[in-house]
């Protein structure tokens, strides 16, 4: 089997934040995202999932949620699909990296889910234990305060 996630200082989510001041640093960042994945697959094997959303703008919204028809969907029907154990033949909650290439509108739109404890919607809650949160902040934009305040680890690249 393989091993668990260590859980975050909160038994929550971890959150990291990279900010890219320019395109050429954008590639750095990319990089070490890139690198974290491959060390947690190292680590974690097939109990690693992974998903990667851009947030820009408002047309980029069926990302997080899903469609509006959907119960579940989006960003966090792959939340729940992972870390809920009775999605899991095991009974055990799964692992995630989620990377988030945000600016200061997906900043805004995905501040619930940095918040410690599980995320409630008025259709369902899920819980972000074991899931590594990766905010890749794009060049142009700067890192908010609410952002700021729930991240674990924020490089300035």
Known sequence: AAPAAAPAPDG???KLVATASSDAVLAAQQRIVHALREYMHERLGNALHSKTVTLLS???EGELQGQSRDIR???????DDVTNPAAHATGEPGSALVVLNVNEYGQFRVR???ESKESRTHRHRISKRGVLFVLAVQPGSTV??????????????
Do not use: P, Y
């Not at 969907?73 to 939340?79: A, S």
């Not at 908010?144 to 690249?157: Q, Y």
């Open 144 to 157: 908010n305060d609410t952002t700021a305040s729930r991240s674990h680890v924020t490089l300035d690249l």
């Open 73 to 79: 969907g989006g960003l966090t029907k792959f939340i």
């Open 58 to 60: 408002e047309q980029d």
């Open 12 to 14: 929550d989510a971890v």
């Open 112 to 114: 619930e889910l940095l």
